[in-house]
């Protein structure tokens, strides 16, 4: 079946560190993929996605490579900031495109 | 644009009792999905409604859960009779044409069933 595992939280980082938040995934065939964010107080929202292998997903200075040989889709940032922090969700659309299926969730916090 | 429309925001019932939500979508969506996310989990797709027809049900447990979309535009989730494990936040999202598209997330229901 379909599924997603990211890395569990939470992660708390110091600004302007390094940022890198694992997500694998099992798949029949070769599914679309995404990450979402979840701010403080605010619902989920798209941070960023990739429909095909080797493509880069980015947004806000947020990247993750769909990398098919080694069903992952990491999320990485060169340097965070203070406003980065939130929940963040990898998550899969089946080649169906009927169902959904998100991780658990990694929780990032960035302190000054 | 106005965003995805959730009510009530919280809501707090006894086991066994029923309890409803409502969701009304972005306009001009076609495609409206209910999940449920439990604390610490991910949220969980229960349905899908490609305008008022159901895409997919197959998470949804249709002994006590019940889900339309008359219209094709707003929706109610019912629960009847609720479970203590059903307490969760319900979550109601909208995408112009299905699941390959950017998911536009409402607010949330928090349930907490005593």
């Known amino acids: 079946g379909n599924s997603v595992t990211q890395m569990e939280g939470p992660v708390t980082l110091s600004e302007e560190a390094f940022l890198t938040i694992n997500c694998t995934y099992t798949a029949t065939g070769y599914p679309s993929l995404f990450w979402y964010v979840q701010y403080p107080g605010e619902g989920l929202q798209l941070l960023l996605k990739?429909?095909?292998?080797?493509d880069k997903g980015s947004n806000k200075g947020f990247e993750a490579t769909y990398r098919k040989e080694t069903t992952s889709f990491h999320l990485e940032k060169g340097s965070v900031q203070v406003s980065d922090s939130a929940v963040y969700f990898c998550a899969l659309s089946s080649i169906t495109g009927n169902q959904f299926y998100f991780g658990t969730g990694t929780s990032l916090t960035v302190i000054p | 644009e106005a965003g995805v429309a959730q009510s009530p925001r919280y809501k707090i019932i006894e086991k066994r009792q029923s309890v409803a939500f409502w969701c009304n979508p972005i306009s001009g969506h076609a495609t409206l999905y209910w999940y449920q996310q439990i604390l610490g989990q991910g949220p969980k797709l229960l349905i899908q409604?490609?305008?008022?027809?159901?895409?997919?049900d197959s998470q949804l447990p249709k002994d006590r859960f019940s889900a339309e979309r008359l219209k094709g535009v707003d929706s109610t989730l019912k629960i009847q009779p609720a479970k203590l494990e059903d307490s969760a936040v319900y979550l109601c999202?909208?995408?112009?044409?299905?699941?390959?598209?950017?998911?536009?997330f409402g607010p949330g229901t928090r349930l907490l069933v005593l």
């Open positions: 999202a909208s995408s112009l044409q299905g699941l390959q598209e950017t998911q536009y």
């Open positions: 409604f490609q305008n008022n027809g159901v895409v997919d």
């Open positions: 990739a429909t095909k292998a080797d």
